[in-house]
């Protein structure tokens, strides 16, 4: 499971301004405001969520490897 506090970066599309956001934030509410111009932009919550479980995924097979090379060894 990734750290929810974990702070995703995104450039804003206006000013290229980058904000960060929690994973926690964006999940309850997928929208930005940048600080630098105050455009309110929103994530695309499907994709946020997929990217997420992609992650995820990857971190899950990277431990059973880990776990794969501590029993061969
Ligand atoms: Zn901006």
Do not use: H
Request: aromatic share 6%.
């Amino acid at each position: 499971m990734l750290d929810r506090n974990f702070q995703i970066p995104f450039p804003c599309p206006k000013c290229q301004n980058e904000i960060k956001e929690t994973i926690a934030r964006l999940e309850a509410n997928p929208t930005l405001t940048c600080p630098g111009c105050n455009t309110s932009f929103g994530v695309d919550a499907e994709q946020f969520r997929r990217g997420l479980q992609e992650v995820e995924q990857s971190l899950a097979k990277l431990s059973n490897e880990v776990i794969r090379i501590d029993i061969k060894l």
